[in-house]
């Protein structure tokens, strides 16, 4: 409402003027029409420059301002070369408009390509302090982030916003024991942090009553701090992505820091238990990798050398295929199919 107002009061202004000073030996009826038509060109263009990415916007400009840059040096050479007159001036007008319009369109073309992030990065000063890392309720409850931050991988400040730790304390105080361990785990790795003197850790009072969620809330908190968000969540993960929020999620680190194993390598594992499939043994690294192991069913309970066959990557973590050569088992284990005349003579031999 407020744009529509001063829309109409440009147009009116506009038009105004011209009834009071009209051009061109004009009508005043005559320049009135022609003033709200001006006015009116310039709402449309106004209105077609909002739709523009900055990007373009940018990009138009400075190719408007080459383009005048370099129509009046064609100026200064046209001014010593052709005699002064009416042609002149009309030529150097022409070369304005024309410089002036390729560079508009040309600008405004490339301007797509110009990144407002990279170009702030460029004009930005050396020592600008890093973004805050803003932990979220269930990085704090998992607890690997006090080892990250120790070995000195994680810079900037840590941010812990007070909602987040009304939240820990609900869930420390909860009925249920394992959830209330969770929580009291929680607070524990906050004086953690809190007790390392090379850390910066800050508890915020920053809060949003307007929004209930409290993942929304760190989504929010993090687009005014211009900070990142730490957290180990799933679901939390893919909404930032969608919102465009930064996020360091402290289950890709692992996953990116698990060692590699190649097709043909050898490993040594522990068998624990049976695998789904026939002759399967399955076994687990000290990260948690589930190793699945062909021909192992037998090797139950020890730890045996198996060639990796493959690896497959999934959304709840990394298997690791292998093959065991059990060949080894089968020559120790004693046969069980001995007929009963070889048990009789072997106990006539024992009795002579």
């Not at 051009?23 to 001006?38: F, R």
């Not at 909002?50 to 400009?61: E, F, H, I, M, P």
């Not at 999620?249 to 695998?275: T, Y």
Request: hydrophobic residues 50%; positive net charge; charged residues 20%.
């Amino acid at each position: 409402m407020d744009l529509l107002f001063l829309r109409l009061l440009f147009v009116s202004l506009v038009a105004a003027l011209g009834y009071f000073y009209p051009p061109l030996a004009l009508s005043p009826l005559s320049a009135v029409a022609l003033g709200a038509v001006a006015a009116a060109a310039v709402i449309a263009a106004e209105l077609r420059l909002r739709r523009l990415s900055l990007g373009r916007l940018l990009g138009a400009v400075a190719g408007s301002i080459v383009g005048m840059v370099g129509a009046a040096l064609l100026a200064l050479v046209l001014r010593s070369a052709l005699p002064a007159g009416a042609g002149a001036t009309a030529l150097q007008l022409f070369l304005l408009l024309l410089l002036s319009y390729l560079g508009l369109l040309v600008g405004a073309g490339k301007g797509s390509q110009l990144h407002p992030a990279a170009l702030a990065h460029l004009v930005a000063p050396a020592d600008k302090p890093a973004s805050p890392r803003i932990l979220d309720t269930s990085v704090i409850i998992d607890g690997r982030i006090a080892d990250v931050v120790e070995t000195g991988f994680l810079d900037g400040p840590l941010l812990v916003p007070e909602f987040v730790l009304r939240e820990l304390q609900a869930v420390a105080d909860s009925a249920d024991s394992s959830r209330r361990q969770r929580g009291r785990r929680g607070l524990d790795i906050l004086q953690r942090l809190q007790a390392n003197p090379a850390l910066q850790l800050q508890i915020i009072s920053d809060d949003f009553p307007a929004i209930r969620e409290v993942d929304l809330k760190l989504l929010e908190l993090a687009r005014r701090r211009n900070g990142r968000l730490v957290t180990n969540d799933f679901n939390l993960n893919k909404v930032a992505q969608l919102q465009r929020v930064e996020v360091l999620n402290l289950n890709d680190l692992a996953n990116a820091l698990r060692p590699v194993f190649l097709p043909g390598e050898k490993m040594q594992i522990h068998i624990l238990k049976e695998g789904r499939e026939l002759d399967q043994g399955v076994g687990y690294l000290d990260d948690g990798t589930m190793v699945v192991v062909d021909h192992a069913r037998r090797a139950i309970g020890r730890s045996v050398e198996i060639t990796v066959t493959s690896a497959l990557q999934t959304a709840s973590g990394r298997m690791i295929f292998g093959r065991f050569d059990d060949s080894a088992l089968r020559r120790d284990v004693p046969p069980s199919d001995s007929s009963p005349r070889d048990a009789v003579r072997t106990s006539a031999q024992l009795t002579h």
